[in-house]
């Protein structure tokens, strides 16, 4: 599986070029920008390409994917995008219940559909609120994704476990559906306040080794490292590649 680096984890280190030739450096060879990223296009491309960097996925907002799709579509064309990915619903925007977020499922349909109409692949990244159980009993995510074969699913792995999910069980039962992974990782006993609980990945409490059969078995072919809050993102980017490069990720 190809290393990727979700750029979301370095925003507070501009600017992005030194962020790409220091991810270059480090051995990174794949990155997924996000929102802001796409405002200065021509010069993020100038920096993937001075340093043999691609971006086969991409994160964007919502907003632009319903109201501005061919937007989405041309900047994932002139990045060689494969997978545009949305990747967040704000709390008062989120369902309470299943017919709700079948609702919202229906909702990303027509944005799945002029995406492979364009030849591109769609996907939802969740966190940790699509896999609270609903008033019935069932989860957000399951709704979501039966709206259409179509919508795929950038898997959160972490966030998944912090909703109480039985991790390997969903992704077994969800092979079909995982088209990239998420690979976040948590710090024990509420270590690291000051990085939001997270750490480095292969440096907490996430089984990773014991995921991996499961995680093989999906649709992904993209593992990306994120971090919402890394005091360092350059030590964060080199700690997570040797940690995952045991499971053959690299």
Do not use: C
């Amino acid at each position: 599986m190809k290393l990727s680096f979700q750029l979301y984890s370095s925003r507070n280190f501009p600017p992005v070029a030194d962020q790409i030739a220091a991810l270059a450096a480090l051995g990174y060879r794949n990155v997924e920008p996000y929102g802001p990223i796409y405002t200065e296009l021509e010069a993020f491309k100038t920096a993937l390409d001075a340093h043999g960097v691609a971006a086969p996925s991409g994160h964007f907002d919502l907003s632009m994917l319903e109201n501005d799709l061919p937007r989405a579509i041309d900047i994932a064309r002139q990045l060689n995008m494969q997978l545009v990915i949305a990747p967040y619903l704000v709390p008062g925007d989120r369902p309470i219940d299943r017919a709700g977020w079948i609702a919202f499922g229906e909702r990303l349909v027509p944005v799945a559909e002029g995406l492979r109409h364009a030849g591109l692949h769609f996907a939802w990244h969740n966190h940790d609120f699509e896999f609270v159980s609903l008033p019935d009993g069932s989860l957000p995510i399951d709704a979501l994704l039966a709206a259409s074969p179509l919508i795929g699913l950038e898997l959160d792995v972490a966030w998944a476990v912090r909703g109480g999910v039985d991790a390997a069980a969903f992704i077994e039962r969800n092979a079909e559906r995982i088209v990239a992974i998420h690979m976040k990782d948590m710090a024990a006993d509420d270590d690291l306040p000051e990085e939001q609980g997270w750490t480095d990945v292969g440096h907490g409490t996430m089984p990773w080794a014991a995921l991996w059969p499961s995680i093989e078995k999906t649709r992904s072919s993209i593992a990306v490292m994120e971090h919402d809050n890394p005091v360092s993102f350059k030590r964060f980017a080199e700690n997570s590649a040797s940690g995952v490069a045991p499971l053959g990720v690299g």
